[in-house]
């Protein structure tokens, strides 16, 4: 596509990599979305590798946009709680740059939800201090104050329960638990009580996967904060990160 404002953007995942054409400046998908396996284990070699594979399908040849669940820092990794530990350390930027030799642009994968949401999404023209919580392999967050990003809070990291909180209240381990929506919605409640304590938001929004079932799940939520599901849903990732590469 000839128009500069369409980028590819991608959202790494534990579980799948997704990927779109999107419109930087209005926040749209303008391509169906792929979505490939994370590789199993999801070394830099095999990810790369997938990643190349999904860049093949869209035949696309220009800057590219990539949401990676990890602190990221001028494009390098410095965490891998859900990845394997051999990103760790490791520029993202320059590998994925190297597997498709095109350009590439990382940002944390939450804080891409985090910015679609507050530029195209019901965050639009927020003030105040704004928190986005992604739900899915792990626990994500997006701090905002007055509209600008606070990068890699990671507030899924914060300890409950004596273990760290994505271990307690991410959808995996509803998964792996077999709670139903209240003994999960409770638990996540916890989380957000307590994100409410730390942060003290003017506003929340729950974003990934399961932000689809927020009907399930919110009679069982007790926050006082203002709540509600993100708009973009599973698909601001991809939009974030699309949109953090027309801006950087």
Same mark, same amino acid.
């Given at each position: ?11 790494v ?5 997704k ?12 391509s169906?979305?792929i979505?490939?396996? $994370? @590789?199993n284990?999801? $070394? ?11 860049v ?11 949401g990676?669940? /990890?602190?990221?820092?001028? +494009?390098?990794?410095? /965490? ?16 994925? #740059?190297k597997?498709?030799?095109? &350009? ?12 679609? #949401?507050?530029?195209?999404? =019901? ?7 704004v ?7 792990g626990?994500? /967050? ?7 990003l %606070? @990068?890699n $809070? #990671?507030?899924g990291?914060?300890r ?15 998964? #792996?638990?077999? %709670? ?9 409640d ?11 938001p ?6 990934? +996967?399961?932000?689809? =079932? ?10 006082? $904060?203002?709540?509600? &599901?993100?708009? %973009?849903?599973?698909?601001? +990732? ?7 590469? =027309?801006?950087?």
């Amino acid at each position: 596509m000839p128009n500069a404002d369409i980028i590819l953007g991608v959202d790494v995942g534990a579980s799948g990599i997704k990927g779109a054409l999107v419109d930087s400046t209005k926040g749209i998908l303008v391509s169906e979305r792929i979505r490939l396996e $994370t @590789p199993n284990p999801a $070394t830099p070699e095999a990810v790369a590798e997938t990643f190349k594979e999904l860049v093949t399908a869209f035949s696309w040849k220009k800057r590219i946009g990539v949401g990676f669940p /990890s602190i990221i820092k001028k +494009g390098t990794a410095y /965490s891998a709680a859900n990845i394997d530990k051999n990103w760790n350390g490791l520029n993202v930027k320059k590998f994925l #740059e190297k597997s498709t030799e095109l &350009p590439v642009r990382v940002i944390n994968d939450a804080d891409a939800a985090g910015l679609a #949401e507050m530029n195209y999404g =019901h965050g639009k023209d927020m003030l105040g201090v704004v928190l986005l919580i992604t739900i899915g392999s792990g626990l994500g /967050s997006a701090l905002f104050l007055d509209g600008k990003l %606070l @990068p890699n $809070t #990671e507030f899924g990291h914060v300890r409950m329960h004596g273990m760290i909180a994505e271990h307690y209240a991410s959808s995996r381990i509803r998964k #792996e638990l077999n %709670l139903d929506w209240e003994e999960w919605g409770k638990r996540f409640d916890e989380y957000l009580n307590y994100m409410d304590l730390l942060v003290n938001p003017d506003q929340i929004f729950l974003g990934g +996967g399961i932000s689809k =079932h927020f009907d399930l799940f919110s009679p069982f939520l007790n926050v006082k $904060t203002k709540l509600k &599901p993100a708009k %973009l849903r599973n698909n601001a +990732g991809i939009i974030g990160a699309a949109c953090f590469a =027309h801006l950087d």
